[in-house]
Structures are given as structure tokens and as C-alpha cells.
């Protein structure tokens, strides 16, 4: 653990290369709130540290830099949540209010949300589709035959399927099949091994038809990435700008991602520490989407390591928190 004064010391670094991307002088810390020394004894107190792996020197008689270590240290320690500046926490209410609509284009504004805010890239996971239980389903015939089932989701999204009938079917039948399919699917994952038999042979092929379709329909866990144009103004060199670009195309990467650093007990994950080589120069900054206790999606920005990281941490939960609150709301 470090004493006070080299706390104080890299708590004024790190926040002074945040903002800057420069190199840090002893001259500038030593007059630093919280400091207050001489520049000597700050020169001293950096080559302790830079011997300790918090600061590296990237140029002789340059200023020094933070290393991820020193960033852990900043997070884990100086870097406490911080309440978000009430414009921004305006803006993201306002944004939640007035959203409606299917939950991938929603999913997908609230990425450029979260990027807009935090000047970063930002990645919204959606739900998983095979975690997410049946609310409400009816079938509507379109004609004699052809029908269409509609099914509402617990994670707020909602799929239109059309079905081929075998036959002429009546309405009344239609009717018998939505009643079935209401009564064992609500509260329930989509599984057609599961659904019993009505006694009528042309409502129960209505029923796996109507499940089948939708078992099709659920894709895997959708990932929405936001603001990577931002990203390339980030980085001076060319090629960690497209390493980074081109991982971030690669959605099962991005998930896998962000679970991982969910699954380790970690809201950060800096430069090397989420195993991401191409990745090696961003750290990202995370929060579950929970909804009636379930954590059915997560939020996330993916920023260089010297990234703003009490105002990441204070927008990704404000953010999660208010679409947690949104699908919990549309899925009521």
C-alpha cells in the first residue's frame, strides 16, 4: 500500500494525464491539490513509484505516465463513485422517457447514447434469448391458411412470426390455440417439448407450429456498439486504431468480453488485464442490466487506458440502472 504522500502524488498524475495526454512534471504536481511539497521531493516520490510499476517515463527528461498498474490503483482507491453531473442524469431520463419501440433499435440508441456522453465507444449486450420468458402470445389468422404469432417477451422484445396452416382453420380453433399457448408458455422459456397436447390433432399443429416459428426467431444475445468513430481519435498510432476498430466488428468477442469482466467481480477491466490483445491499450468499464433480480443484459464503454474513470463509472450506472428499469416497465 502506498503512503499518503505517494498517493496524493498519483492521484494528481493520473488525473493531470487524463486531461492532458501528456507527460506529467514535477513542477505542475508539486502545486497540486493535496501535494504541497517541493518539486525535488515530488521528482523523488515519482522515481519511487516509477520504480514500484505505478509511472513509466516514455522520454529521458520527459514527465511521467501512469502504467495500468498505476490506473488500477487510481480505480481501486482514489477513483470513488461520484454522482452524475445533473445534465447528464437529465439527458439520460429524458432519453428513457421518451424511448418506445422495438427493443433492438432502442438497444441500439442507447449505444449512441452512451458513447455521446462519455466520448468513448460504447457496448449495450441485450438480453439473451434463450433466458428470457414468454409474457403474453396470440395467433391471428392472415387467411385461411396462414396465420401470424405474436409473442411478447420478459427482456421487452416482441417477435412476429408468420405460420403456414395445413389446412382451413377456424377462427374458433385460432382462438383455442392462442389460450393454449397463453396458459403453459406464460411465465416460461419457449420449449415445445414442454407444451402438452389440447386433444385436438389441428390445434396442437397450430400450437408447434406457432412455437417452432418462434424457437427460430430468438438469435443469441445481441451486442450494439456505439461511437466507434471516436475511438480512431483516441490513439496516435495507426495500427492500434485498427487493431481496435477491427476487434470491435467481432461481436462474440465484445460479449464474451464484457461478460468475462462481469463473471471476475470486476466493473474495470485496464489495458492487458482483460486478455484482449488487440485490446491491450483500452480499458473498459461495466454494469449489469438487472430486471426483477435478473441480470438479462450489461453496459459498457471501451475507452483508451487513460480514460475519465470516475465519470465512466458514474454514466454506465446511471445508464444500466435506467434500462434495467425500462425493460422491467415494458415487459410489466
Known sequence: MLDERKTAILRAIVQEYITTAQPVGSTHIAHASGVNVSSATVRNEMAVLEQEGYLVQPHTSAGRIPTDKGYRFFVDHLAGPRPLDQVTSQRVGAFFDATHGRLEEMLHQTSQLLAQLTHHAALVVGPAADRAVVRSVQVVGLSARVAVVVAVFSNGSVENETIELSGDMSELRLTGASSHLQRHLAGRSLDPSDLPSTGDADVDEVCRAAVGA????????????????????????????????????????????????????????????????????????????????EHLGTVGVLGPTRMDYPQALATVEVVSERLGRHLGDGAG
Open 214 to 293: 418462434l424457437v427460430l426467431a430468438r438469435n443469441q444475445e445481441p451486442v450494439f456498439v456505439g461511437g466507434t468513430a471516436v475511438m480512431a481519435q483516441s490513439f496516435d498510432a495507426v495500427d492500434t486504431v485498427r487493431s481496435v476498430l477491427h476487434t470491435l466488428e467481432q461481436q462474440y468477442v465484445m460479449v464474451s468480453l464484457v461478460r468475462d469482466v462481469l463473471n471476475r467481480g470486476l466493473s474495470v477491466a485496464i489495458g492487458a488485464e482483460h486478455g484482449i490483445e488487440p485490446l491491450v491499450a483500452c480499458s473498459v468499464v461495466v454494469a449489469p442490466v438487472v430486471v426483477d433480480g
